[in-house]
């Protein structure tokens, strides 16, 4: 665990972007996705802070551990956890969870919907159905569903949904994402023309609810644009902030000349630097691809240079730099403007997802409430 480098998560920040969401869906309520530690800020604070100050009746998390871990810490805490994908549903020794505590899992292929159709004590777990439209990941299509139509009518649907492939992109008319939209919607049709009652439906993530697609359904399940980075980067119209932002300190700094080599392998100066050292490496979270990447370092222009070693990273800066920065001084990777994040992780052609799940548990998460 470090102490000068840490991620300062503002929940005032996480409210903000909640209140902007809700009012680009006005009609729906928001069921948080607080998978993978909800989004690296920490899966207790976040989770609890949603419901104890937003009131969420539901939040979505990807694995049934996520789920228990939620009620472990909080035993009372207000609210429906969703388990999306990872459900444990076929291991008799986890799927008891479901029948004792407030976890719905999400069925998405037949041997889950078998189960919980087929043993009685299921019978009190709502039935949440993810249909595949398109996106061919998970999901129960048209035709199974018809086929399991006579059972699902005794029980009742209670939350309909499914998941969009392509959302980030610019929405279009006839394009895959609209297309998906249709599948959705005639299988609700469907299934209602068969007699079976759908009480709640749920569609859009971060892409389209950027896009106001989807908004009319019961439920929107925001993911990312919750913690502050946009899905839709081109345009990028999504104004949320950065929930986080990601602290460091200098190490040391020094001079070096053209042509000298720095650290770990073959890494020589191509030119005379001004050199930084951070105490972040890939162990905590600074892949090793970040190498390369630029980064504005309290007013000037750096560069991760050579190579990330597992507890520190280089910064090389002009020369002219020196005696600008020093020992000692708390810097940031990124700040609360989500435009700083996804430069981020346009630099190192990958998404900003991925840039925030990496931050390990070596950097503390340390909790600001204006
Ligand atoms: C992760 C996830 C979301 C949220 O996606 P974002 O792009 O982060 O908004 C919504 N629905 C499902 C089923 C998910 O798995």
């Given at each position: 665990?470090?102490?000068?480098?840490?991620?300062?998560?503002?929940?005032?920040?996480?409210?903000?972007?909640?209140?902007?969401?809700?009012?680009?869906?006005?009609?729906?309520?928001?069921?948080?996705?607080?998978?993978?530690?909800?989004?690296?800020?920490?899966?207790?604070?976040?989770?609890?802070?949603?419901?104890?100050?937003?009131?969420?009746?539901?939040?979505?998390?990807?694995?049934?551990?996520?789920?228990?871990?939620?009620?472990?810490?909080?035993?009372?805490?207000?609210?429906?956890?969703?388990?999306?994908?990872?459900?444990?549903?076929?291991?008799?020794?986890?799927?008891?969870?479901?029948?004792?505590?407030?976890?719905t899992?999400v069925i998405?292929?037949?041997?889950?919907l078998?189960?919980?159709?087929?043993?009685?004590?299921?019978?009190?777990?709502p039935l949440v159905i993810k249909t595949?439209t398109?996106?061919?990941?998970?999901g129960l299509?048209l035709?199974?569903l018809v086929?399991y139509a006579?059972k699902l009518k005794n029980r009742g649907i209670k939350h309909l949904l499914t998941?969009?492939?392509?959302?980030?992109?610019?929405?279009?008319?006839?394009?895959?994402?609209?297309?998906?939209m249709?599948e959705f919607l005639k299988i609700r049709r469907t299934l209602s023309d068969l007699g079976v009652s759908i009480e709640e439906t749920s569609v859009?993530?971060?892409?389209?609810?950027?896009?106001?697609?989807g908004?009319s359904e019961t439920y929107?399940?925001?993911?990312?644009?919750?913690?502050?980075?946009?899905?839709?980067?081109?345009?990028?119209?999504?104004?949320?902030?950065?929930?986080?932002?990601?602290?460091?300190?200098?190490?040391?700094?020094?001079?070096?000349?053209?042509?000298?080599?720095?650290?770990?392998?073959?890494?020589?100066?191509?030119?005379?630097?001004?050199?930084?050292?951070?105490?972040?490496?890939?162990?905590?979270?600074?892949?090793?691809?970040?190498?390369?990447?630029?980064?504005?370092?309290?007013?000037?222009?750096?560069?991760?240079?050579?190579?990330?070693?597992?507890?520190?990273?280089?910064?090389?800066?002009?020369?002219?730099?020196?005696?600008?920065?020093?020992?000692?001084?708390?810097?940031?990777?990124?700040?609360?403007?989500?435009?700083?994040?996804?430069?981020?992780?346009?630099?190192?052609?990958?998404?900003?997802?991925?840039?925030?799940?990496?931050?390990?548990?070596?950097?503390?998460?340390?909790?600001?409430?204006?």
């Amino acid at each position: 665990m470090r102490h000068s480098s840490y991620l300062e998560i503002n929940l005032n920040l996480l409210s903000e972007n909640f209140a902007k969401i809700q009012s680009l869906a006005p009609k729906a309520k928001l069921l948080p996705m607080i998978k993978a530690d909800a989004y690296g800020n920490g899966l207790i604070p976040i989770s609890r802070y949603l419901v104890e100050e937003h009131k969420v009746e539901k939040l979505g998390c990807a694995s049934l551990g996520e789920a228990l871990r939620v009620f472990e810490e909080c035993p009372h805490l207000p609210t429906e956890m969703l388990v999306f994908s990872d459900t444990e549903l076929q291991n008799p020794k986890y799927r008891e969870a479901y029948l004792n505590l407030n976890i719905t899992p999400v069925i998405h292929q037949r041997s889950d919907l078998d189960i919980v159709l087929n043993n009685p004590e299921f019978y009190k777990v709502p039935l949440v159905i993810k249909t595949n439209t398109g996106m061919n990941r998970l999901g129960l299509n048209l035709n199974e569903l018809v086929e399991y139509a006579p059972k699902l009518k005794n029980r009742g649907i209670k939350h309909l949904l499914t998941h969009f492939a392509l959302s980030y992109f610019p929405l279009k008319e006839g394009d895959k994402t609209h297309r998906q939209m249709d599948e959705f919607l005639k299988i609700r049709r469907t299934l209602s023309d068969l007699g079976v009652s759908i009480e709640e439906t749920s569609v859009s993530n971060s892409g389209a609810i950027e896009q106001r697609f989807g908004v009319s359904e019961t439920y929107v399940r925001p993911g990312l644009m919750l913690y502050g980075p946009p899905a839709v980067t081109d345009p990028h119209t999504w104004n949320g902030h950065q929930i986080s932002r990601f602290v460091t300190k200098i190490l040391k700094t020094f001079t070096a000349k053209k042509g000298t080599p720095i650290g770990y392998g073959i890494n020589v100066l191509p030119k005379d630097a001004f050199l930084a050292i951070i105490p972040i490496g890939y162990a905590d979270g600074l892949v090793t691809f970040a190498s390369g990447l630029e980064l504005n370092i309290n007013g000037h222009r750096g560069q991760l240079f050579a190579r990330i070693n597992m507890d520190m990273a280089f910064i090389m800066f002009d020369p002219s730099v020196e005696g600008k920065i020093k020992a000692e001084d708390v810097v940031e990777i990124w700040n609360h403007d989500n435009k700083v994040i996804t430069d981020i992780a346009n630099q190192m052609k990958t998404i900003p997802y991925q840039v925030m799940v990496a931050i390990s548990s070596r950097i503390p998460r340390i909790y600001k409430v204006k």
